[in-house]
């Protein structure tokens, strides 16, 4: 179950579609290999509550199986650290999203729909409205411990960048 939850939780995540007709992509691929209806429904679960977004409109609530945990961590741990700020710019870059502008501060509380907006948002930005909060959101004893070290690279990166964007570096 956390295998397929951890296989197929992006399939069929907004930020990929092309059409709204993959909505569904998941569970017709769960049908179609013929997982059971228990198995299914619970993968299905931890798929459509584990993202950042659905945990700032309180859709994550009271649904912290021990699997839920682990695949959310997992998820959560490739957003951060070196490999997470790979990740970032590069997505960043292939929507054309500005890199970074003091002129355009990080967003703070925000909801569901003001998250999904990326059009008010900078990739340094995404740091500061994502993805160092993702330490303190993390369900389990290990994923706590490795976003720890992750989060503090962030951290660091994030100030020698600012810095040399100033040219103070």
């Known amino acids: 179950m956390v295998e397929l939850a951890a296989l197929l939780h992006d ?34 679960a ?23 945990g682990v695949v959310q961590d997992a998820d959560r741990l490739d957003a951060i650290g070196a490999i997470g700020i790979a990740r970032c710019f590069t997505f960043g870059g292939s929507r054309n999203r500005v890199l970074h502008d003091p002129n355009i501060q990080p967003r703070s509380d925000l909801s569901k ?6 059009d008010e948002q900078t990739t340094m930005n995404h740091f500061h409205e994502k993805l160092l909060k993702l330490k303190d959101l993390m369900k389990t004893k290990a994923g706590k411990t490795r976003a720890e070290k992750r989060h503090k690279f ?9 810095q040399e964007w100033e040219g103070k570096a």
């Open 11 to 44: 399939i069929g995540d907004y930020k990929y579609l092309r059409n709204p007709s993959e909505e569904k992509i998941v569970e017709n691929f769960l049908e179609k290999e013929g997982v059971d209806t228990d198995k299914s429904s619970k993968i299905l």
């Open 46 to 68: 931890i798929i459509k509550k584990m993202g950042f977004k659905e945990e700032i409109s309180g859709l994550t609530n009271g649904s912290h199986t021990p699997e839920f």
């Open 113 to 118: 729909d003001q998250y999904m907006n990326k």
């Open 154 to 162: 962030m951290e660091e990166f994030l100030k020698e960048f600012y």
